[in-house]
T-cell receptor, first 109, second 116 residues
Framework: GIQVEQSPPDLILQEGANSTLRCNFSDSVNNLQWFHQNPWGQLINLFYIPSGTKQNGRLSATTVATERYSLLYISSSQTTDSGVYFCAVKETSGSRLTFGEGTQLTVNP | GAVVSQHPSWVICKSGTSVKIECRSLDFQATTMFWYRQFPKQSLMLMATSNEGSKATYEQGVEKDKFLINHASLTLSTLTVTSAHPEDSSFYIC????????????FGSGTRLTVV
């Protein structure tokens, strides 16, 4: 099956700093999503971005499908940004969503 | 939007009993729903794919007799953990996808199961 690798596994920032999270995948996909899992476990969909670039406030994401990677940018980080960020993809053939191992982000005041 | 509701949010049960978790798509019909399991500090692992009106498809290593899935309608899938044991304690999350060009997968809020 498809492999999804996220980096870095852990990231500690001071409030106000910017960061970039990366997601590499091993095969063609027609669905890629970035999620933020809050401390209560809920998965918040940040972006549905199988290709191209999207922005939502302080967050933006870019997926270069031909090179099989996606980037999530967080600018002016806040303590409420803390949590685990997951990248999940669906292969072009198939219906299952495969998750990466996640990036644990800690933003300190 | 595409909203998926999951209940209960948390449940504590005694070893040997069964627990049912419900997953509902509130504003769309879902012929397929997905059940994931997440252990602490780990990623989400797909357990099974729930198909409306037919048998679920289980991932390798998942016991179909322990994790019973029923998808009786286009908006409801249930996961029953039968004869639960402490090792079944985990976070269970369901998901569904609304058909359409810009819709991805939407997840329920999850159920934290503790078996004592």
């Amino acid at each position: 099956g498809i492999q999804v690798e996220q980096s870095p596994p852990d990231l500690i920032l001071q409030e106000g700093a910017n960061s970039t999270l990366r997601c590499n995948f091993s095969d063609s996909v027609n669905n890629l999503q970035w999620f933020h899992q809050n401390p209560w476990g809920q998965l918040i969909n940040l972006f549905y971005i199988p290709s191209g670039t999207k922005q939502n406030g302080r967050l933006s994401a870019t997926t270069v499908a031909t090179e099989r990677y996606s980037l999530l940018y967080i600018s002016s980080s806040q303590t409420t940004d803390s949590g685990v960020y997951f990248c999940a993809v669906k292969e072009t053939s198939g219906s299952r969503l495969t998750f990466g191992e996640g990036t644990q982000l800690t933003v300190n005041p | 939007g595409a909203v998926v509701s999951q209940h209960p949010s948390w449940v504590i049960c005694k070893s040997g009993t069964s627990v049912k978790i419900e997953c509902r798509s509130l504003d769309f019909q879902a012929t397929t729903m997905f059940w994931y399991r997440q252990f602490p500090k780990q990623s989400l692992m797909l357990m099974a794919t729930s198909n409306e009106g037919s048998k679920a498809t289980y991932e390798q290593g998942v016991e179909k007799d322990k994790f019973l899935i029923n998808h009786a309608s286009l908006t409801l899938s249930t996961l029953t953990v039968t004869s639960a044991h402490p090792e079944d304690s985990s976070f269970y999350i369901c998901s569904a996808r609304r058909q359409g060009r810009d819709y991805g997968y939407t997840f329920g809020s999850g159920t934290r199961l503790t078996v004592v």
